[in-house]
């Protein structure tokens, strides 16, 4: 059997692969890490974590935790691997960066069905079985031999961007403290308040800080999800204190009140040596993130291992390219997988990559397809996707909007998501993907 073609090594891209191999497909991993890299990217470990080392909830009463769930039934390598390397972080998946794409690159580059090739794939193979699974940050000449494969298909942009990195040791703990909100789960943020004085002197700064040069970029080509915070603070003053420096749930054990605003920490390894500012993606210029970010009190003396960077983002208008496999409708022996076809996040490209290697296993071998219903958290994320009704098509991350409603009344909001997870998780227990 020919091997299938998998391009990119990002977590897409691997459980592609490893979802194949498994399955008995030979597969051809390429992947240009060994000679050229992205803008966003700085190991040369494969499934790099860019924007945050969080997976983000893990709880069945919300979306994401209910497709991690779905994913672990059905036998993940992403999330095996996070799920190894998991720190804590209250009731998130959040991971040691470093640890988890070392064990991911290990696991592929060990498993005798997949054969790594290195080198930038510049143009679309002419034959045979292809994923591709290249990410948000397609190379140039990769992006260009796609456009002119699909002309009918707009191919799209939008900016993401990523968060600063602290050194423990640099935090000053005598101006914050370990909870995490409500007391949910064990204490694993640290909380770095400030006073109604304090954040009105840093929001000033941070409006009119200055923005690196990002070519082509306004405002409304970012991502909600992950906004630069400086954008979401020129929205309004108190913008910030019903996002990422919300006080709810958070009690300062100097004062035994909520501060007027909190910047939260969280571990970027399982050492906890390094920590991440939640919710601080930017594209400010870097001696501005360290003056700026520095105006916040338990950060005077911080030492950044890492500024935050802004990037672009590329993205297919998959419902018009794309059925429910992730196959292109009219060439199905090609298929795309991960946030190029504009599933937004990590898990949700774990998503894709399984899903679209399950059904091209099935196909290869003869069987027919799974198709996941749109009850269950991988199904309703592909039918989103494939859905040509769908005119003004954004990126998408998973969520209970594009999953049918139960038909009865469940009081409560938690409750209803738990219901509609656990009937979720029953329909894909009477599913064979194997």
Request: proline residues 6%; neutral net charge.
């Amino acid at each position: 059997m020919e091997p299938v073609i998998v391009i990119g090594a990002g977590l897409a891209g691997c459980e592609a692969a490893w979802q194949l191999a498994q399955r008995g497909i030979p597969v051809e991993l390429r992947e240009m890490k060994g000679s050229k890299m992205t803008p966003a990217h700085h190991s040369a470990d494969f499934a790099e974590l860019v924007c945050s080392n969080s997976l983000r909830s893990d709880q069945l009463e919300n979306a994401v935790g209910l497709i991690k769930e779905e994913l672990r039934r059905m036998g993940s390598l992403i999330l095996a691997c996070a799920d190894a390397h998991r720190v804590e972080a209250g009731g998130a998946l959040a991971v040691d960066r470093f640890g988890f794409s070392a064990a991911v690159t290990e696991k592929i580059r060990s498993h005798p069905l997949i054969t790594v090739v290195e080198g930038e794939v510049t143009a679309i193979p002419a034959e045979g079985e292809v994923i591709i699974a290249s990410g948000p940050l397609t190379s140039d000449a990769l992006s260009q031999a796609i456009a002119r494969r699909f002309p009918e298909s707009r191919y799209l942009n939008f900016y993401d961007a990523a968060a600063p990195l602290v050194t423990f040791e640099s935090v000053d703990m005598t101006s914050a403290f370990f909870a995490s909100r409500y007391d949910k789960g064990t204490p694993d943020y640290i909380n770095c308040p400030m006073t109604a004085e304090e954040y009105e002197a840093f929001w000033t700064e941070l409006c009119a800080a200055q923005e690196a040069e990002v070519h082509g970029f306004e405002d409304k080509n970012v991502f909600e999800g992950c906004m630069p915070v400086e954008v979401m603070a020129r929205r309004g003053h108190d913008t910030l204190c019903y996002g990422p420096l919300k006080p709810r749930g958070l009690t300062d054990p100097r004062t035994g009140r909520e501060p007027f605003a909190v910047v939260q920490l969280r571990r970027d390894n399982a050492q906890g040596s390094i920590y991440n500012l939640v919710g601080f993606q930017t594209h400010l210029k870097w001696p501005e993130q360290r003056r700026v970010f520095s105006m916040i009190p338990a950060l005077k003396n911080a030492e950044f291992v890492r500024y935050g960077v802004m990037h672009r983002n590329t993205y297919l208008d998959s419902p018009r390219l794309l059925d429910r496999y992730y196959r292109v409708k009219k060439e199905p022996r090609l298929c795309f997988a991960g946030q190029i076809t504009g599933v937004e996040g990590y898990v949700e490209s774990t998503a894709s990559g399984f899903l679209a290697a399950v059904e091209l296993a099935r196909r290869l071998r003869g069987l027919a397809p799974v198709d996941f219903p749109q009850e269950t958290a991988v199904g309703a994320l592909a039918l989103y996707v494939s859905n040509e009704s769908v005119t003004d098509f954004q990126p998408m991350n998973v969520n209970f909007g594009i999953i049918p409603p139960l038909g009865y009344k469940v009081k409560g909001k938690r409750n209803k998501n738990a219901e509609l997870s656990r009937r979720a998780l029953e329909k894909l227990s009477q599913l064979n993907w194997s």
